[in-house]
């Protein structure tokens, strides 16, 4: 996209001039609730419910900008569709996280009632546009939705396997040598209080000039990021549960409750990989594909949903589907209706500390996309401000999710696929997606169903979810010019970020040959082997500190001198499309 289009686009839709006679709220809320005009308007919703043809060519309707004047039933099926886009990416890490640490269907059950109520009350937040001090803003004042950072789950799970391996979790070893994982809420207490204390980074850096966040974080860097989070995901969480399970069972032991997947009491257990489970998911994932080719625009926006729903009716009609997670749910809940031991755990601050500046980008590169397909301008003052409110709205809501029992939350990317395909941006509707979470959130039953969803069909999905956070790594990158400067960033980077999927754990020994050391040296050690062990922190941070201290000739300073103006545009075609439902 050149520069020269963004400023086409901008132009394209007006800013709103000051009503002469402003009405009062009443006499609008009395329009809009009594006048056929103030429930319908005049959009098409033919256009957004029916079926399509993958070769039809529809006409738009009109565009709904941020401040627009929006009917009540576009603005509700809006916000519905945002809170369905965004839903399997807000369920997905609190039910891995819970698996990962063997909790009990209660809390975990919880943890993703937590999880949609936090987005919903923090997008608010982080939508809103409040003016501080000296020209700082908090809040977009776009339609920015947010909701657990895909790079916190990747960095948790790494975090949790050296809690078990280091005995600060329970874990018993079998006599054939299969471990077996007991109950660790405390783990996922220390996560949240580690992020509380690493939040302030996120906080600092909203403060820097956005042209300084951009020149540290270019899209070598940003593309190598996202492009591993997403690689990573799907190995350690996707395949895994498409499979049967990622607790234990995908080692397929001999002995034990894990010789089946979920569990050897589960119904319909089986072992790990079995046709069963594989074609379970594999009816998901086309299911996904089938919405996006036939399904309205409606549906594409909830295509994932789709595939959840039509892999459970399967799977429940053929005795897949525990009930019990559903019949002892509670019909009603809210946050610190189960809570956990707030903690610091040293040496996870490091790796905190690195996801808090991935979850930073991804604000960034979000923000940028979110403005440009709500017509906003993506340059100039109003821009930066935007982008600082944003930041500084996340790094305040990594502190306030934490304390609602939700881990890192950064802005979600599903929404500007929604903006793009409904042509309503207008904050209207994010308001109603804020209400829809919080209710989602609020009724037990449904959470309780999200925990009945058997782990082939939750595997198929988020595949294909990771899948589309790899794919916007690649689209960064694409973007990139590749000088041999480039060339040997990336190669660098991916040299650790891939060596670590394809051999996993070879870190994990690297301080063995130590001999007593301290409390301190020891939790240095744990900091260092997470890094390493994560493919995405490792690389990312080799490709962020090349960039700083590789030298550039002067032909390559003069190329970025100009491509810092457009340098946002290079993400925005691209982290559209990250975890776009």
Partial sequence: MSHASVSSVTKEQPSPAANPNPRSVFNVVRDKVTTKHGWLGDYDYRWLCLPSLPTSRLKQPPFYGIDDELPLVLAITSGLQHALAMLAGLIAPPIIFASSLMLDPGTSSYMISASLIGSGILSLVQMSRIKLWGGYYLGTGLLSVVGTSFATLSTANAIFNAMYANGTCPSTTAADGTITRGSCPDAYGMILGTSIICAVLEIGLSFLPPRVLQRIFPPIVTGTFILMIGSTLVGSAGMSDWGGGSNGCQARPTSGIYQLCPTVGSPHALPWGSPQFIGLGFLSFVSIILTELFGSPFLKNASIIVGLAVGCVVAGAAGYIDGSTITNAPTITFLWVHRFKINVYPPAILPMLAVYVSVAMEAIGDITASAEVSRVPVEGEDFDSRIQGGLLSDGISGIISALFTVTPISVFAQNNGVISVTRCANRAAGRWCCAFLIFFGSLGKISGFFLAIPNPVLGGVTTFLFASVAVSGLRILSFVKYTRRDRFILAAALSFGVGDLLMPGI?????????????????????????????FLISGIVALVLNLILPQDGSQQDEDEEDVEIARDLEIQALEQERKM
Avoid: A, M, R, W
């Fill in 507 to 535: 870190f994990t020994h690297l301080f063995d040959g130590v001999k007593n050391p301290n409390t301190g040296l020891q939790g240095l050690f744990e900091s260092i082997t997470i890094l390493l062990s994560t493919p």
